[in-house]
């Protein structure tokens, strides 16, 4: 069964404070991992797919990689404006697009 | 791009009550579509896929006559909560998938049932 497990739960930041999310997972052939954000009361917004290990991807402030067993969302210098729900997930190989299976999401705060 | 609305965002009504969510992909044909329930602090649990033109396959669990899903066209599916109750209420998301592009998801239709 395909798994995902994300950590820390919930993660307390100052503004400037670098950190990372770490999430880690079992599929049985992965077509690609999945990070979104997720504000109160919204859907998932899309941030990055990584597809192979020893890929990386960066958006501002957001650098995501990815090994054979997990994947680590970088947070340099955060800003208050990055406190959401960071979700990560998972797709397996298969026929026609199969369903996303997401781990339960680290909740970030960024404190000024 | 790649805008998926969902409406309505909250709904509040009586036990007993049918209620219809609709999803739509705004600027892109979605080949198929995912309706998501989410519980606080907890993870998005996959409902059912819906391909247009076809029915939706469900998920263990998930009761199809209790939840019926339309997907019409290429840019709309709907979700029918069928008589709900309050073991119902919930935070329910869609997501529209074009070809091999990621997922990209509604706000979600905060439900409530008295």
């Known amino acids: 069964e395909d798994q995902v497990t994300q950590s820390p739960e919930a993660l307390r930041l100052q503004e400037g404070e670098s950190s990372s999310l770490n999430c880690s997972y079992t599929?049985?052939?992965?077509?690609?991992l999945f990070w979104y954000r997720q504000d109160p009361g919204k859907g998932p917004e899309f941030l990055f797919t990584?597809?192979?290990a020893g890929e990386e991807k960066e958006k501002e402030r957001l650098k995501a990689t990815l090994t054979k067993k997990e994947s680590f969302l970088h947070i340099t210098a955060p800003k208050p404006e990055d406190s959401a729900t960071y979700l990560c997930?998972?797709?397996?190989?298969?026929?026609?697009?199969?369903?996303?299976?997401f781990g339960k999401g680290t909740r970030l705060s960024v404190i000024a | 791009g790649a805008v998926v609305s969902q409406h309505p965002s909250r709904v509040i009504c009586k036990s007993g009550t049918s209620v219809k969510i609709e999803c739509r992909s705004l600027?892109?044909?979605?080949?198929?579509m995912f309706w998501y329930r989410q519980f606080p602090k907890q993870s998005l649990m996959l409902m059912a896929t819906?391909?247009?033109?076809?029915?939706?396959?469900?998920e263990q669990g998930v009761e199809k006559d209790k939840f019926l899903i339309n997907h019409a066209s290429l840019t709309l599916s709907t979700l029918t909560v069928t008589s709900a109750h309050p073991e119902d209420s919930s935070f329910y998301i869609c997501?529209?998938?074009?070809?091999?592009?990621?997922?990209?998801f509604g706000d979600g239709t905060r439900l409530s049932i008295l």
């Open positions: 997501s529209a998938i074009e070809g091999n592009q990621p997922q990209h």
């Open positions: 599929v049985s052939g992965l077509r690609g």
């Open positions: 990584l597809y192979s």
């Open positions: 997930a998972v797709q397996a190989v298969g026929s026609g697009n199969t369903p996303l299976v």
């Open positions: 600027d892109f044909q979605a080949t198929t």
């Open positions: 819906s391909n247009e033109g076809s029915k939706a396959t469900y």
